[in-house]
């Protein structure tokens, strides 16, 4: 290995991932930073760091030159790119090669051909890459674009060529949809990516998004490492990825992996690269596009063929030809991947910004039967930033089937502990405990299926409830038996402890008797006319997780916190505020009153913290309903705040540029 140093071009989890390898390989690592980056992870971990400007991208992990100066400065002879930033930009790989810096990725070559989506699948075609029907010509006009549409026939995909992360894209199903698309995917890649070019192609009913990863050498070698089911997709942006793909077939797969060979070996492809597929309910596969980098969702493909794709991308760009051929490529039991963010789900995924005050990842894990891995670029008080992506961590499984995964992927998202932040813990550990999701029923559209009315937490079935009930009447218990223990001499040889209470789950009240059997933790429940024994519950005053082990060998993490007449606990997506009561207390519940939240409808509150980009409506105007109110900026994404029903604004709050936490009141109206 000739690469002695190597700067990483990145920052959070995916700059920590490369630093890691790179170091267990010998080679001492730079990192670069911005201003809001100055006390980041990968800055800790990194050999050596140079700080490269303020903290937008565009000022520091953007500009090039700033880069290539930090690699002379610190006699770097290598960059890897990480994903994102200038990953896939040819500008920068040109750059570095006249610079005479080693560039971890593909040729300038394929960049270029793979970055544009009509040039690429012009390409894909030639090379007998299977490929969506569509019109790859530059449109002039809507109504061409009306008439290209009628030949494919409808429904149809229109898309920016220059276009990523959803942006630039419609899907039409009429003549005016696709008028009204053009004329909105035409004017969004303008704005977004300075390229305002449009094509069109068949839209792909109960599509699966497939994936083959690549590896190559400057040898002339490509291999292809399998598939990766990246389906479960919000907004066009993955969230969870599996390998291998429930759906595949062993001659659909190797009819992908070897189109996608024959396309990196047409444009000379080397290093780390995805193909991209849209897949159909028969298995009839179609190009998507290539990306010329290393994926977010590599792990999953680490896991299941035992290869470290960073390790593998170093070699080859130091010139080393590839250790396998593809006969040798494991596909060894299924991996899971969680993409942990700081998105609230109960507002519609509106991202959240703040310290973390507690992060407490899942305990990491690598035997035969199970692994648990958790990349990352955070830490506990550390900050989640407006200027970046909002992720906060890649979650991890691994085991010999793929329900296996799935049952570890729930324990390990129910054991993961972050507050100061909304996140979508929740609904990742919701979808890991839906029928359709455990057999492998995935579409694109899985989400928009399953939650057509956003989400709102998970609704336990009884199974569920009974380990909520159980784990609070336990908790209770051992609470009691603590403050016993610490007031009064324990009787000489006593071990069992005894309770009856009645827990109010969701206005049910369950009465509960248990005995707590011997001090290692076995426990005898009856609730909900069931009787059931606890292996095990491990939970002590002051623990934020209680953990059961049931006798079938299943384990049930809650994040719990007792309060005044009870507990808050949250299990498997759903978060549930308890009652333990003693029965005669219980009893008298039906006379207590009941507190009705606030009345807020007559308030525009501000839905995540964000700066007020506009007000569109003065004090004493009648607005309609759905009409745009003002508009707030999170995370460089404005959101559009409409009225909910025609009222008249009595008093405004906020004004434009002024900076407001979630749920400030932005205006009051009052009824017409």
């Not at 409808?154 to 942006?167: F, L, R, W």
């Not at 291998?244 to 190797?254: C, G, I, K, Q, V």
């Not at 992996?257 to 290093?271: D, M, N």
């Not at 992060?359 to 830490?379: C, I, K, M, W």
């Amino acid at each position: 290995m000739t690469i002695t140093k190597l700067l990483i071009a990145n920052r959070g989890e995916i700059a920590c991932r490369v630093i890691k390898t790179a170091k267990r390989m010998g080679i001492a690592t730079v990192a670069v930073y911005s201003d809001a980056d100055r006390d980041a992870l990968h800055v800790q971990m990194a050999d050596e760091a140079v700080h490269i400007g303020p903290s937008p991208a565009r000022d520091s992990y953007l500009q090039i030159d700033k880069i290539i100066a930090a690699c002379k400065q610190t006699g770097s002879q290598a960059v890897h790119p990480g994903y994102g930033f200038l990953s896939e930009n040819p500008r920068f790989a040109e750059a570095l090669e006249a610079a005479g810096i080693i560039f971890v990725g593909p040729p300038v070559r394929a960049i270029e051909a793979m970055g544009d989506k009509i040039t690429s699948k012009k390409l894909a075609a030639e090379a007998g890459v299977s490929t969506v029907p569509g019109h790859m010509g530059l449109i002039e006009d809507a109504e061409e674009a009306v008439s290209i549409s009628q030949s494919i026939g409808y429904p149809v995909m229109i898309k920016a060529s220059a276009g990523g992360g959803g942006k630039g894209m419609r899907i039409a199903w009429t003549d005016g949809e696709a008028r009204e698309g053009f004329e909105r995917s035409k004017s969004e890649a303008a704005s977004s990516f300075g390229d305002d070019r449009i094509f069109i192609e068949k839209f792909v009913t109960e599509p699966r998004h497939i994936e083959i990863q690549l590896i190559g050498d400057s040898h002339g070698n490509v291999l292809y490492l399998n598939e990766r089911e990246c389906s479960i997709q919000r907004r066009n942006q993955k969230v969870i990825e599996e390998a291998p793909s429930p759906f595949l077939d062993e001659a659909t797969r190797r009819a992908m992996g070897e189109q996608s060979v024959a396309l990196a070996k047409a444009v000379g492809y080397t290093s780390a690269g995805t193909v991209e597929f849209i897949v159909d309910a028969e298995r009839n596969f179609y190009f998507l596009e290539m990306n010329t980098r290393l994926q977010v969702e590599h792990p999953v493909t680490e896991l299941i063929t035992g290869l470290d794709l960073v390790e593998l991308m170093l070699r080859v760009a130091d010139g080393e030809a590839l250790p396998l051929t593809q006969d040798e490529v494991q596909r060894n039991g299924w991996a899971i991947e969680s993409r942990l963010y700081a998105e609230d789900p109960y507002r519609n995924f509106l991202p959240s910004t703040g310290r973390l005050t507690r992060y407490r990842p899942p305990a990491q894990s690598h035997t035969p039967e199970l692994v648990v891995r958790n990349d990352t670029g955070v830490f506990e008080g550390g900050v989640i930033s407006t200027f970046y992506d909002p992720m906060i961590a890649k979650l991890c499984t691994w085991a010999p089937t793929r329900i296996e995964a799935v049952d570890a992927m729930a324990v390990a998202l129910d054991s993961f502990e972050v507050e100061g932040v909304g996140n979508n813990l929740p609904f990742l550990s919701t979808v890991m405990d839906q029928e359709r999701f455990r057999e492998g029923r995935l579409t694109t559209g899985y989400i928009a299926e399953e939650f057509p009315d956003g989400f709102t937490g998970a609704q336990l079935p009884r199974g569920r409830l009974i380990e909520v009930a159980a784990a609070a009447a336990m908790l209770r218990l051992t609470e009691e038996d603590r403050k016993g223990l610490v007031s009064h001499s324990p009787i000489a040889g006593a071990v069992e402890v005894y309770g009856e209470w009645v827990v109010v789950i969701e206005g049910e009240q369950v009465p509960v008797k248990l005995r707590r059997l011997d001090p290692a933790g076995s426990w005898e429940l009856n609730l909900f006319d069931t009787a059931l024994t606890a292996a095990s519950f491990a939970w002590q005053p002051g623990d934020s997780l209680a953990t059961i082990e049931w006798p079938t060998g299943e384990t049930a993490v809650l994040k719990v916190e007792p309060t005044t007449s009870g507990c808050h606990i949250r299990y498997r997506g759903a978060d549930l505020k308890l009652l333990v009561l003693p029965p005669h207390v219980a009893a008298l519940l039906k006379y207590m009153p009941v507190k009705t939240p606030p009345d807020m409808s007559r308030y525009l509150l501000c839905p995540m913290p964000g700066q007020v980009v506009r007000i569109d409506v003065a004090e004493g105007e009648v607005v309609e309903d759905g009409q745009t109110l003002a508009i707030v900026e999170a995370m460089k994404m404005e959101n559009v705040l409409r009225a909910e029903k025609r009222a008249r604004v009595s008093r405004i709050h906020a004004a434009p540029g002024a900076v407001l936490a979630v749920d400030a009141v932005i205006m009051e109206f009052e009824a017409v």
